[in-house]
């Protein structure tokens, strides 16, 4: 994705490449510059899932997918078969793991320079194996069922998923063993898990991760968020401690524009009156930060005015001459 965009994008080779090649010749110059800079706004972008905070995946318009888990995982382990897993949602589950667990806490792989330009402070972790019982500063340990209340998020999705109590002996035999399980298909059967160090892995962003647009999700009862992927339609924003609260998510059709760099005012009319989006708007789902389309400079952007206001044409946009400044 990122070659891509460096070579496609004429909004990242000009105008984005040329403020940061000001910055920074060194990492940004060339075409491996362009490269460079396409990565760091991927990773910006994708480096983390957050959970309330606006981003593609929040707002249920990109998927970030693994593509080694569709192609690896093929076989159910024996506890998680045991438990009721079926292969789909043992798929979900490891994906649930990456997205929520491991880029979550920022335990990926990444450049030096991406500290000085990402823009936000992401405090880089390593994920430690299964191995390591103790906590240690800048670790992230892998969960299990440690005490007996609040337990780690994935402990609480497979008890109420799969009803399984973990404050039992059995029941936490069986969660920590599908716990193993899933390391053991993340890091030697999908092989997603570089290690860094002895005991220490990451996620490799250039070589583990791929995007896709949305058709179908689930709203989050918790959050309000758009889910790309749930347990059993169970959210992974579990309460720590059971609640009466409505924990399953709604499914919804997400809608995708099949034309999105053709005529703009086609887009306002499929904007306003698609049912989808009109479903998703009433829903609170859907807000201004989601529709607006630029047709000038090919590219969408998330508004940050009221869905009444017109978008900032921004094919008009110059650089400014130095002269004079």
């Not at 990122?2 to 990242?12: F, G, V, Y």
């Not at 403020?19 to 972008?45: C, I, P, Q, T, V």
Request: charged share 25%; hydrophobic share 40%; glycine share 6%.
């Amino acid at each position: 994705m990122a070659t891509k965009l460096a070579t496609n994008s004429n909004q990242l080779k000009k105008w984005i490449a040329d403020h940061y090649r000001d910055l920074d010749m060194a990492d940004f110059n060339g075409e491996s510059g362009a490269k460079n800079l396409a990565e760091l706004l991927l990773a910006r972008e994708f480096l983390r899932r957050p959970k309330k905070q606006n981003s593609l995946e929040s707002m249920g318009l990109v998927q970030v997918f693994y593509p080694r888990l569709e192609e690896k995982i093929n076989k159910l382990p024996t506890f998680a078969a045991a438990v009721g897993f079926n292969i789909a949602e043992w798929r979900d589950f490891l994906k649930l793991i990456l997205d929520w667990h491991v880029r979550a806490s920022q335990a990926v792989g990444h450049e030096t320079y991406w500290h000085r330009w990402i823009g936000n402070r992401f405090p880089f972790r390593q994920l430690a194996s299964p191995k390591q019982k103790d906590a240690i500063r800048g670790v992230i340990m892998w969960p299990a069922v440690r005490g007996h209340q609040n337990y780690n998020r994935f402990v609480r999705l497979i008890r109420e998923a799969y009803k399984i109590d973990p404050s039992t002996v059995i029941g936490k035999e069986q969660i920590d063993s599908i716990m193993q399980e899933a390391w053991e298909a993340l890091q030697f059967k999908a092989g997603v898990l570089r290690p860094v160090e002895e005991g220490r892995y990451t996620l490799d962003l250039r070589d583990q991760v791929s995007f896709r647009l949305i058709k179908k999700g689930w709203i989050c009862p918790i959050t309000r968020r758009v889910l790309d992927t749930t347990l059993k339609g169970v959210t992974p924003f579990l309460p720590p401690k059971r609640k009466s609260r409505k924990i399953e998510c709604e499914e919804v059709e997400v809608p995708v524009y099949s034309d999105a760099f053709g005529d703009l005012d086609r887009s306002r009319v499929w904007l306003r009156e698609n049912p989808f989006v009109m479903a998703l708007r009433d829903k609170g789902i859907w807000s201004g930060y989601m529709i607006v389309s630029s047709k000038i400079v090919a590219i969408f952007h998330q508004q940050n005015t009221p869905p009444n206001r017109q978008p900032v044409n921004c094919g008009s946009w110059k650089r400014p001459s130095r002269k004079g400044i």
